[in-house]
């Protein structure tokens, strides 16, 4: 019996009793096979990608909108009242009166997105922050956080870009200078450490009362109170951002890129802190849904388990 096998391959034998050829003859199969998947899967990807923008842009459109009009309400309330020819800020003292007036105004700016048609579509999220920590509690998939937090830069970025544009020098005057969010005269660990409280505070709040089915409704009120209260309280500590976008918006216009890091890392840190304290705990919750206000008719595009 022969002990050998020959296969042509462009006019040559190979040998199958050679160690080396049999190997070869099982890797270029194997390695084909490989290739293909990865094909497959890159198309896969693609696929997924194109498909979650053609079903969802509105969605991601109105993420961007809102952290627009944010930015527009921020830069604007803040040449109000510090702009030193406002009038406002003429009759307005300096210090907590004056944060406390910027609080209530952009806490009501926040309230006024979360119950606007638009953030009962999309979950007013308006924050790369939120939008992370909900795609961690497996309530927004993989895409969908991709294009919502995407959107939230570009919205933050085209906010700022339309004020100046409205308001002219008054917005890059040094009493308003973008609305800029830096650490106070505490240095970067406070701002660091209360950036991560105030964010860790504000997620648990939103967890709890959206996920507890006799106030979830108001959760968007709770959420602008916080605001309100951080503004008034803790910007002197960290400029009060909570929001990576946001604060990425202001450095843009205003070319200040001290200590940015603190606001991309401090805000997701205690959030997602938030998370695990929320899914660990004894009750061991998990979030309905990852809209602020879900009593509408608007679609859903989360996993979502909330029910009127």
């Known amino acids: 019996m022969v002990g050998a096998f020959d296969y042509s391959h462009e006019g040559q034998a190979m040998d199958l009793t050679n160690r080396n050829n049999i190997r070869v003859s099982f890797t270029l199969p194997n390695q084909m096979m490989a290739a293909a998947q990865r094909n497959e899967q890159e198309e896969s990807v693609a696929q997924g990608l194109v498909q979650t923008f053609k079903q969802h842009w509105p969605e991601f459109a109105m993420e961007a909108a809102e952290l627009g009009l944010f930015m527009i309400s921020a830069c604007t309330f803040t040449v109000l009242l510090f702009h030193p020819r406002s009038v406002i800020a003429s009759i307005v003292p300096d210090g907590i009166l004056k944060r406390m007036l910027m609080g209530v105004a952009m806490g009501s700016t926040a309230i006024s997105i979360i119950f606007s048609p638009l ?27 991709f294009f919502y937090i995407v959107a ?14 409205l308001l002219g020098s008054a917005v890059a005057n040094p009493a308003v200078n973008y609305a800029v969010t830096v650490p106070g005269p505490g240095g970067r660990l406070p701002a ?47 400029g009060m951002s909570m929001n990576p976008a946001r604060t990425l918006a202001s450095a843009f216009g205003a070319s200040v890129w001290m200590s940015l890091w603190i606001y991309f890392v401090a805000p997701p840190l205690g959030m997602l802190l938030a998370a695990e304290v929320f899914t660990r705990g004894k009750a061991r919750r998990t979030p309905m849904c990852a809209k602020f206000h879900h009593h509408n008719n608007h679609r859903c595009i989360f996993r979502c388990n909330f029910e009127l």
Not at 134 to 142: D, P, S
Request: net charge positive; hydrophobic share 50%.
């Open 119 to 145: 953030g009962k579509r999309s979950g007013a999220h308006f924050n790369p922050s939120v939008t992370l920590t909900y795609f961690r509690l497996g309530k927004v998939r993989a895409w969908d956080a």
């Open 152 to 165: 939230q830069f570009i919205g933050s970025c085209v906010g700022v870009v339309i004020v100046t544009s």
């Open 192 to 238: 660091f450490v209360a950036e991560v409280l105030i964010s860790f505070v504000l997620m648990s709040v939103v967890l709890r009362v959206s996920s507890t089915r006799s106030i979830s409704r108001w959760t968007g009120l709770f959420a602008g109170a916080l605001v309100a209260t951080y503004i008034t309280l803790e910007s002197p500590i960290s």
